[in-house]
C-alpha cells in the first residue's frame, strides 16, 4: 500500500512539476521509460527490476542526476504479453525515452527488440535467455550473465564438487527455465553427466508434491533446481516435506534472498552458482541489499540488483561521452568494461561484449542456517 | 380418399412407462382432424413421436405411403410436415416477416445458394402474405416477443402453413387464448383448409374448439385410442364422457 | 388470460440490432463500417507509431471479437476458446512465413482455413452438449491448444517463440511501416466486416439466430441445426485464424501467452461487454479492452483495478453492453421526442 | 550344473521384483495422498461453487481468486494493523464473508442475474482482476510464508511416508464438509437451504424465505473459500497469482464430478486431485495440466450430469 502511495505521490510531484516549471526546465531533465512485467506471469520479476531502477533513479538524482540533469521514470507495465509490450516499447520511444529499460521476459524482449533497434536506442534488458544476443541486434544489452555463460560454471560444480554422476533436472516451463535447461544438457552430457529425470513444472505452480515424490524416488545424486524464486520456495518445502534428501543445486533464483526468507529452514543445504546476489561478499551488493530492505520492506532478488544496474549503464556511458546521445550510448557500452571505481553503481566490474552479453565474476555458495554463505568466487570467463 | 399419414401400432415407453400405447389412425387429404383427451393421455407425445423429437418404441409412420418412422425433425419438415409447439414457440428477438421467412427459407434452394442469394431468400412477398392472411399486417415489423400472447398463437400457427406444408399438425393452438382471439383463430384455420386446402391435425383441450373446427375427432385415453368419430359420435358416446367426466 | 392490445411496433433501433431488420439494405450498421473505415484509414496521421498501433491492434482484436460475437452472440454456442483460434492463426502464419516462405495472403487463408476445419471439429461436441457444459469443452480445448504451442519447440518454437514475421506486400508496396500496415489492416478488417455483415443478413444469419433463440422450433422449421452449429463454430473459429494471421505481422513477434485461456476470457468479456448480437459490438467490445487501459495508464501502478472496476460497473448497470445501452437509451429518448402517443419500449 | 545360477539369478531378480512392486506402491501410495491433500483443497472450492451455482446460477470466474485473497486480507491485518495472527485471522474471515459473501451477492449478483448466465459471469471475471490486481498493488507481488497450524514433518504409516500437513487438510476438509452435509440434511435451515437449491420457485411456493437462503449459500461459499485459503497458503505460500490455478481445478472439480450435488463436487475434487498427481508423476510432466482436462471433457461427453451427478430434467 505504501508503496503505491508513494509511487502515486512520486508522479503526482513529477506531473506537478512539469506542469508548473514548464519546458524550459523541462529540457534539464532526462526521460527514462521503463517497459516492465508489473502484472501477469512476470509480475513478480518484474516489480523487484522496477523497484530497483527506482532506488537507482532515487540514487543518481540525490546525486545530482546524469550530467546535472535529474531522471525523469516512467514505468509501462507489458502484462506479460508480446503484443502489450512492443506497445509500451512503440510508446516510450515515441515519448522520447533516452534509452529502453526492460523487459525481464525474453518472450515479451524478442517482440520488442527491433523497435529499439530501428529507432537506434539502446535497451537494456533483464532476460537471459541464450538466443537474445544471437541475433546481432546492437542495440540490446544484458543486466546479467546469459545462461549460455552461467551454465558451464554449474555443470563444471556439479562433476567437481558435487561429484555428480546421475541428477533430476527440475526447471520452470517458460522462457527462463526452458532456456537454462537447454544450455545445461549439452554442458552436463560434454561433462558425463547423466539426466536420469527431466521434470518440468507450470509457471506459477502451487501444488510440487508429486514432482518432489518422484525425485524422492529416482535414483539420482543430486537435483538441479531451475525454478524462478516463489517456485523454488515452494518446490523446496515440498521436498522437505517429503523427505527427499538429495542436495538441491541450483543458478542464481535458488540461493535467493527472497527464496530462503520464503523457504525458510528447507532451505538450508541448497547451493549452486549466484551471478548477482546481495550476500555476495561485495560490500556494494551488501549495501544496495540493506537500502533495498529498507525501501520496500522485502528483500531484493538478482532482478533487484539487474534493475539497479541498468540504470547505472546508462548513466556511465552518458557520462563517458559527456553529452545526451541516444545512439551514442549503444555505442559506449559495446565493448566497455565498467568498474566500480568509475561509477559505484554498477557494483561489480562489468564487462560488455561486442553482442550485448556481460561478463562479471560469480560465485558459488550454499545455504547455511538460513543465510547464504559464498564459498568462492569465479573469476570472469576471459578476464 | 387417400391418406396422406398413416400411423400403425405406434408405443412409446419412457422407462416403465407408457405413454403411448399401439396406436393407429389414418389423416385423410384435406381434412381437419382433432385428438382430444384428457391430461396425460399421450397426445403430445403422440406428436413428438410423429414428427421426430422422440423417437418411437414402436410402430411406424408413413407419410404418403412412405416409412418415415424414426426421422429428425428437419427431415420431416422438409417432407412437408409441420407443427406447433403446445408452449409458445416463436422467435421472440425476430420481427413478425422475419419469423416467417424463416419458417420457408429452408425450404427454398440448397445451402450455398441461401448464402449467396437474397437475404430474404425471395419470400417477403410471400410471408407478407401470411401475415395479411392470420391479420397481423400492423404487426409485421414488430419484435415476436413484444406480441401479445394471442397474437404469438397466430404466428406461430402462420409459422407452421408458411412453406405450404402437406400436413400441419397443430399442439393445442387455443391454449390460453381469450375468447376474441380464439375465434379469430378458428376462423382463419377453416379458412386456411377451405381456401388453401390444408390438411391438419389439432391436439386440444378446449372442446367446443375441436367439436366446431373438426370433421373427424380421435378420442385418446392412457396412451390408447377410445374412439374415433364425427364431433356429434363423440359427443353422444357415453364412454368418452366417462373418460372425462367419471374420474 | 388477459389479452393486451400491443402497442404500436417500437421504432427500429439505431444500431440495428441484427434481429430488427435483415435485408441488405443501406443500414445503419453498413454505413457505420464504411465511414469508420474512412476514418480510420486517415486517423492515425500524426498520432505516432504507438497511436497507430494501438488502434491497429484494437481491429486485430475486433476481428477476433466479431467471430466470437457470431458464435456466441448471433447463434448463441458459448465458446471460451476464441485466443486458440486467434493463436491457430498465429502461428500457421508465422510458420508458414518464416519457415517456408510462403507469401501473406496465402498464409491468410489457410489460416483461416485451418481454424476453420479446427472449429468445425470442435463443433461436434456443442451437438452433444449445451449451455455451460460446451463452455468447458472450449475451455479445455483452448487449454490444450496452449499446452502444444508451448510444448512443440520443433514447430511453434516453444516458449521462445518465433521472430522476424514479415508484413505483407501489397502492389508491390511494403506495409513494414506502422502507417502503411495500419491502413492494410483497416482494408483486411472492412473486407470481413462487410462478408460478416452478409452473411448475418442472409438466410444463414437467420438461422444462427434462431439456433440461439429456440433450437427446438427451428428444428421443426426444416433448419438444419447440425450444420448451422457446426458452421457457427467454423466460421467464427475461422475469423479468429484471419485476426491471428494479422496479429503475427503486427507484433513481428509471436510466442503463446496471448493465446492462452485468460486471453480467450478477455474475448469474451469484449463480446458482452461490446453487446453480445449487435454487429458493431465486436468493435466497441475490443476498444475497452484494448484501448481503456492504454487510456488508463494516467492512474499510475493500479490501472488494471481501475479498469476491472469500470468493467464491472459497467456490466452492472448494463448487462447487454454498451451497445444495449446506447439502444435503450436512444429508444427513451425516440419515445420522448417522438409523437406523445408512443410510449417507451422496453 | 548352470542350474544354481539360474535359478539364484532368478530368485534374485524376482527379489529384486518384489522390492520394485513394494517401492512402487508406496510411491503411488504417496502420490494418492497428495493428490487427496491439494484435491480436497478443490473440493473446498467447488462445494462452494456449486451451491452458488445451484441457488442463482452463478458462475464464479473469481472462484480462485476467493482462495487467493483471505490469506492475503490476514497477513495484511498482521502487518498494517499488528494484530496477532488468531485476531487477524478471525477478522479477516469475517471481512471476506461480508464482502465476497454478501456484498458480491448484493452488488453484482442482484442486479445481473435476471440478464442471465453470461453477463453475470463476465462480471465475475473483471472482479477477479480486481482482486488479483489489488492483493499484488496493495500487498504485495512476491508471495508470503503463512503460518501453518499443523506440524510439520512426516509419519511412516505401514512404512509410507506421508505428510503431517498433507493429513491435517485432508481431515479438516473433511470435518467441514461433514459439518456441511449435516447442517443441509439435519437442520431445519439446511434443508430450506437444498428445496431452495433444488428448486428455488418451488421452494417460494413452500413458503421458504428463498432470499435469505440464497443469501446463505454466497456466505457459505465465501467461509468455505476462508477455510481452503488458510489450509492451503502454508503449503503453497500466499501469492496473489494462486488463485489462476486453483480457479480451473475447481471447475474441473465441480463439472467432474456433477453440478448439482455437494458429493459431486467432494469426490469431484479428490478424482481431480489424485489424476492430477498421478498425471505428474507418471505422464509427461510438460502436458500434466492436459490430463485432468482430458478427464473433463471425457466427463462431459460421455456423462454431462458427472460422476454423482443428478441428470437434469430435459424439457422440450
Known amino acids: 500500500m505504501t508503496r503505491f502511495t508513494r509511487a502515486g505521490v512520486f508522479a503526482l510531484a513529477t506531473t506537478l512539476a512539469l506542469a508548473v516549471v514548464g519546458p524550459a526546465t523541462a529540457q534539464e531533465r532526462v526521460k527514462l521509460i521503463n517497459v516492465v512485467e508489473l502484472s501477469g506471469a512476470g509480475a513478480t520479476a518484474g516489480t523487484q527490476w522496477r523497484n530497483g531502477i527506482d532506488l537507482a533513479v532515487a540514487d543518481i538524482n540525490a546525486r545530482g542526476g546524469i550530467l546535472g540533469r535529474q531522471i525523469d521514470i516512467v514505468h509501462y507495465d507489458t502484462q506479460t504479453n508480446p503484443g502489450n509490450t512492443r506497445a509500451a516499447v512503440q510508446r516510450a520511444i515515441d515519448e522520447g525515452t533516452y534509452s529502453v529499460l526492460g523487459p525481464v521476459f525474453s518472450g515479451p524482449i524478442g517482440a520488442s527488440m527491433q523497435i529499439a533497434q530501428r529507432a537506434e536506442i539502446a535497451q537494456i534488458v533483464g532476460g537471459e535467455a541464450a538466443g537474445l544476443t544471437r541475433q546481432g541486434n546492437q542495440f540490446l544489452f544484458r543486466t546479467s550473465l546469459s545462461q549460455a555463460a552461467a551454465m558451464p560454471k554449474l555443470a563444471t560444480y556439479l562433476k567437481e564438487t558435487v561429484k555428480a554422476n546421475r541428477i533430476a533436472i527440475v526447471w520452470v516451463n517458460n522462457d527462463f527455465g526452458k532456456g537454462g535447461r537447454d544450455a545445461m544438457l549439452p554442458e552436463l552430457q560434454q561433462r558425463g553427466i547423466q539426466v536420469a529425470l527431466d521434470v518440468s513444472t507450470e509457471q506459477g505452480q502451487a501444488d510440487?508434491?508429486?514432482?518432489?515424490?518422484?525425485?524422492?524416488?529416482?535414483?539420482?545424486?543430486?537435483?538441479?533446481?531451475?525454478?524462478?524464486?516463489?517456485?523454488?520456495?515452494?518446490?523446496?518445502?515440498?521436498?522437505?516435506?517429503?523427505?527427499?534428501?538429495?542436495?538441491?543445486?541450483?543458478?542464481?533464483?535458488?540461493?535467493?534472498?527472497?527464496?530462503?526468507?520464503?523457504?525458510?529452514?528447507?532451505?538450508n543445504g541448497a547451493r549452486g552458482h549466484v551471478g548477482l546476489s546481495i550476500d555476495a561478499p561485495v560490500p556494494a551488493f551488501q549495501d544496495f541489499g540493506r537500502r533495498y530492505q529498507a525501501r520496500f520492506g522485502i528483500a531484493s532478488d538478482h532482478n533487484g540488483l539487474k534493475g539497479y544496474m541498468a540504470v547505472h549503464m546508462i548513466k556511465w556511458a552518458t557520462e563517458r561521452m559527456g553529452r545526451f546521445d541516444r545512439k551514442g550510448v549503444a555505442d559506449t557500452l559495446r565493448g566497455a568494461t565498467i568498474t566500480p571505481q568509475m561509477e559505484p553503481g554498477i557494483l561489480i566490474t562489468t564487462r560488455i561484449e561486442a553482442n550485448g552479453d556481460l561478463d562479471r565474476e560469480s560465485f558459488l555458495a550454499e545455504v547455511e542456517g538460513g543465510r547464504q554463505v559464498i564459498r568462492s568466487t569465479l573469476p570472469m570467463i576471459r578476464p | 380418399m387417400k391418406p396422406v399419414l398413416q400411423v400403425t401400432g405406434l408405443r412409446k415407453s419412457f422407462g416403465g412407462v407408457v405413454a403411448v400405447d399401439g396406436v393407429s389412425f389414418e389423416v385423410h387429404e384435406g381434412e381437419i382432424l382433432g385428438i382430444i383427451g384428457p391430461n396425460g393421455c399421450g397426445k403430445s407425445t403422440l406428436f413428438n413421436c410423429i414428427l421426430g423429437q422422440?423417437?418411437?418404441?414402436?410402430?411406424?409412420?408413413?407419410?404418403?405411403?412412405?416409412?418415415?418412422?424414426?426421422?429428425?425433425?428437419?427431415?420431416?419438415?422438409?417432407?412437408?410436415?409441420?407443427?406447433?409447439?403446445?408452449?409458445?414457440?416463436?422467435?421472440?428477438?425476430?420481427?413478425?416477416?422475419?419469423?416467417?421467412?424463416?419458417?420457408?427459407?429452408?425450404?427454398?434452394?440448397?445451402?450455398?445458394?441461401?448464402?449467396?442469394?437474397?437475404?430474404?431468400?425471395?419470400?417477403?412477398?410471400?410471408?407478407?402474405?401470411?401475415?395479411?392472411?392470420?391479420?397481423?399486417?400492423?404487426?409485421?415489423?414488430?419484435?415476436?416477443?413484444?406480441?401479445?400472447?394471442?397474437?404469438?398463437?397466430?404466428?406461430?400457427?402462420?409459422?407452421?402453413?408458411?412453406?405450404?406444408?402437406?400436413?400441419?399438425?397443430?399442439?393445442?393452438?387455443?391454449?390460453?387464448?381469450?375468447?376474441?382471439?380464439?375465434?379469430?383463430?378458428?376462423?382463419?384455420?377453416?379458412?386456411?383448409?377451405?381456401?388453401?386446402?390444408?390438411?391438419?391435425?389439432?391436439?386440444?383441450?378446449?372442446m367446443d374448439f375441436v367439436m366446431s373446427l373438426c370433421s373427424r375427432v380421435i378420442v385418446m385415453v392412457e396412451g390408447k385410442v377410445l374412439m374415433t368419430g364425427t364431433p356429434a359420435q363423440v359427443r353422444s358416446d357415453p364412454a368418452v364422457l366417462e373418460a372425462y367426466l367419471g374420474n | 388470460m388477459t389479452e393486451v392490445v400491443a402497442p404500436s411496433p417500437p421504432p427500429s433501433p439505431p444500431v440495428a440490432r441484427a434481429a430488427s431488420g435483415l435485408s441488405r439494405r443501406l443500414d445503419g450498421v453498413l454505413l457505420t463500417l464504411i465511414a469508420g473505415a474512412v476514418l480510420l484509414w486517415f486517423l492515425p496521421v500524426g498520432m505516432g507509431r504507438y497511436g497507430t498501433y494501438v488502434l491497429t491492434l484494437w481491429l486485430v482484436t475486433s476481428i477476433a471479437v466479431m467471430g466470437l460475437n457470431l458464435t456466441l452472440g448471433i447463434a448463441g454456442l458459448k465458446s471460451l476458446a476464441q485466443a486458440a483460434f486467434m493463436g491457430i492463426g498465429a502461428y500457421t502464419t508465422a510458420i508458414l512465413g518464416t519457415k517456408f516462405g510462403v507469401d501473406w495472403y496465402s498464409c491468410f487463408l489457410l489460416s483461416g482455413l485451418l481454424s476453420f476445419a479446427v472449429g468445425l471439429l470442435l463443433g461436434f461436441p456443442a451437438l452433444r452438449v449445451k449451455a455451460h457444459y460446451l463452455a468447458f469443452v472450449t475451455l479445455a480445448f483452448a487449454t490444450l491448444v496452449w499446452l502444444v504451442f508451448r510444448n512443440e519447440q520443433w514447430l511453434t518454437g516453444g516458449t521462445f517463440g518465433i521472430a522476424n514475421i514479415a508484413r505483407p506486400t501489397l502492389f508491390g508496396i511494403r506495409t513494414d511501416g506502422a502507417l502503411a500496415f495500419h491502413r492494410f489492416v483497416v482494408v483486411v478488417t472492412l473486407?470481413?466486416?462487410?462478408?460478416?455483415?452478409?452473411?448475418?443478413?442472409?438466410?444463414?444469419?437467420?438461422?444462427?439466430?434462431?439456433?440461439?433463440?429456440?433450437?427446438?422450433?427451428?428444428?421443426?422449421?426444416?433448419?438444419?441445426?447440425?450444420a448451422y452449429t457446426l458452421l457457427a463454430f467454423a466460421i467464427g473459429s475461422a475469423y479468429g485464424g484471419f485476426a491471428g494471421a494479422l496479429y503475427s505481422p503486427l507484433v513481428e513477434f509471436i510466442d503463446p501467452s496471448p493465446f492462452a485461456l485468460s486471453a480467450s476470457f478477455m474475448l469474451l468479456l469484449m463480446v458482452v461487454a461490446g453487446g453480445s448480437g449487435y454487429q458493431l459490438g465486436p468493435f466497441v467490445g475490443a476498444l475497452v479492452a484494448v484501448a481503456l487501459p492504454e487510456w488508463l495508464r494516467f492512474t499510475g501502478g493500479l490501472y488494471l483495478i481501475v479498469f476491472g472496476v469500470v468493467v464491472l460497473l459497467l456490466l452492472i448497470a448494463c448487462p447487454q453492453g454498451i451497445l444495449g445501452l446506447a439502444e435503450r437509451g436512444w429508444n427513451a429518448l425516440r419515445a420522448r421526442l417522438g409523437a406523445g402517443a408512443a410510449e417507451p419500449s422496453r | 550344473m548352470s542350474t544354481p545360477a539360474i535359478s539364484q539369478r532368478a530368485a534374485t531378480a524376482t527379489h529384486r521384483t518384489i522390492v520394485r512392486t513394494h517401492a512402487g506402491m508406496a510411491e503411488l501410495v504417496a502420490y494418492i495422498v497428495a493428490g487427496l491433500a491439494t484435491g480436497a483443497i478443490y473440493a473446498l472450492a467447488a462445494i462452494g461453487f456449486t451451491l452458488v451455482w445451484q441457488t442463482s446460477q452463478t458462475i464464479n470466474f473469481a472462484q480462485g481468486e476467493y482462495v487467493m485473497l483471505p490469506a492475503i486480507l490476514i497477513l495484511a491485518g498482521v502487518s498494517f494493523f499488528g494484530l496477532p495472527l488468531w485476531a487477524a485471522a478471525l477478522l479477516g474471515g469475517l471481512v471476506f464473508v461480508a464482502v465476497f459473501g454478501a456484498g458480491f451477492k448484493i452488488a453484482v449478483v442482484?442486479?445481473?442475474?435476471?440478464?442471465?448466465?453470461?453477463?453475470?459471469?463476465?462480471?465475475?471475471?473483471?472482479?477477479?482482476?480486481?482482486?488479483?490486481?489489488?492483493?499484488?498493488?496493495?500487498?504485495?507481488?512476491?508471495?508470503?510464508?503463512?503460518?501453518?497450524?499443523?506440524?510439520?514433518?512426516?509419519?511412516?504409516?505401514?512404512?509410507?511416508?506421508?505428510?503431517?500437513?498433507?493429513?491435517?487438510?485432508?481431515?479438516?476438509?473433511?470435518?467441514?464438509?461433514?459439518?456441511?452435509?449435516?447442517?443441509?440434511?439435519?437442520?431445519?435451515?439446511?434443508?430450506?437451504?437444498?428445496?431452495?437449491?433444488?428448486?428455488?420457485?418451488?421452494?417460494?411456493?413452500?413458503g421458504i424465505p428463498v432470499a435469505r437462503m440464497v443469501m446463505l449459500t454466497f456466505a457459505i461459499n465465501a467461509a468455505l473459500a476462508v477455510l481452503a485459503s488458510v489450509l492451503v497458503s502454508p503449503l503453497y505460500l500466499a501469492k496473489f497469482s494462486n488463485g489462476e490455478v486453483i480457479g480451473l481445478f475447481a471447475f474441473i472439480a465441480a463439472i467432474v464430478g456433477g453440478f448439482n450435488q455437494v458429493r459431486g463436487a467432494l469426490g469431484g475434487g479428490l478424482i481431480v486431485g489424485v489424476v492430477d498427481s498421478l498425471a505428474a508423476a507418471y505422464i509427461s510432466s510438460s502436458y500434466r495440466l492436459a490430463v485432468p482436462l482430458a478427464l473433463l471433457v471425457l466427463i462431459i461427453l460421455i456423462k454431462p450430469e458427472g460422476l454423482f451427478g443428478r441428470r437434469e430434467e430435459r424439457r422440450i
Open chain 4, 110 to 206: 442482484d442486479p445481473m442475474i435476471r440478464h442471465g448466465v453470461l453477463p453475470l459471469a463476465i462480471a465475475t471475471m473483471a472482479l477477479a482482476i480486481i482482486m488479483k490486481e489489488g492483493a499484488k498493488d496493495f500487498f504485495s507481488s512476491e508471495a508470503q510464508t503463512f503460518p501453518s497450524p499443523f506440524p510439520a514433518g512426516a509419519v511412516d504409516i505401514l512404512g509410507v511416508s506421508l505428510s503431517m500437513q498433507h493429513i491435517a487438510i485432508i481431515a479438516v476438509a473433511f470435518i467441514a464438509i461433514g459439518i456441511l452435509q449435516w447442517f443441509v440434511s439435519r437442520t431445519r435451515t439446511g434443508r430450506q437451504m437444498q428445496a431452495t437449491a433444488q428448486n428455488p420457485g418451488v421452494a417460494l411456493i413452500l
Open chain 2, 54 to 206: 422422440l423417437v418411437p418404441s414402436a410402430g411406424d409412420i408413413r407419410l404418403d405411403g412412405v416409412d418415415v418412422t424414426g426421422s429428425t425433425p428437419e427431415a420431416m419438415n422438409r417432407r412437408g410436415v409441420s407443427r406447433t409447439f403446445q408452449l409458445l414457440q416463436v422467435f421472440p428477438e425476430l420481427s413478425v416477416r422475419e419469423n416467417l421467412i424463416l419458417a420457408g427459407q429452408e425450404h427454398r434452394g440448397t445451402m450455398l445458394a441461401r448464402l449467396f442469394g437474397p437475404g430474404d431468400a425471395g419470400l417477403t412477398a410471400e410471408a407478407d402474405r401470411m401475415i395479411g392472411f392470420f391479420r397481423l399486417s400492423h404487426l409485421a415489423d414488430a419484435k415476436a416477443g413484444s406480441l401479445s400472447y394471442g397474437q404469438q398463437k397466430l404466428l406461430d400457427a402462420a409459422m407452421a402453413f408458411m412453406a405450404g406444408p402437406r400436413l400441419v399438425l397443430l399442439d393445442e393452438p387455443a391454449g390460453g387464448v381469450n375468447l376474441t382471439m380464439l375465434a379469430d383463430l378458428k376462423e382463419r384455420l377453416r379458412a386456411m383448409n377451405a381456401e388453401r386446402g390444408a390438411t391438419f391435425v389439432v391436439i386440444e383441450h378446449n
Open chain 3, 191 to 226: 473486407v470481413l466486416a462487410l462478408a460478416l455483415w452478409w452473411l448475418i443478413r442472409s438466410p444463414w444469419g437467420r438461422a444462427f439466430l434462431a439456433l440461439r433463440e429456440n433450437p427446438i422450433r427451428a428444428a421443426s422449421l426444416g433448419v438444419d441445426i447440425r
Open chain 1, 208 to 267: 510440487f508434491t508429486a514432482d518432489a515424490i518422484r525425485i524422492r524416488n529416482a535414483n539420482v545424486d543430486a537435483v538441479f533446481v531451475y525454478l524462478n524464486e516463489d517456485e523454488s520456495a515452494r518446490f523446496l518445502l515440498a521436498a522437505r516435506q517429503q523427505n527427499v534428501g538429495k542436495p538441491m543445486i541450483g543458478e542464481t533464483t535458488l540461493l535467493g534472498a527472497r527464496v530462503i526468507q520464503l523457504a525458510g529452514e528447507a532451505a
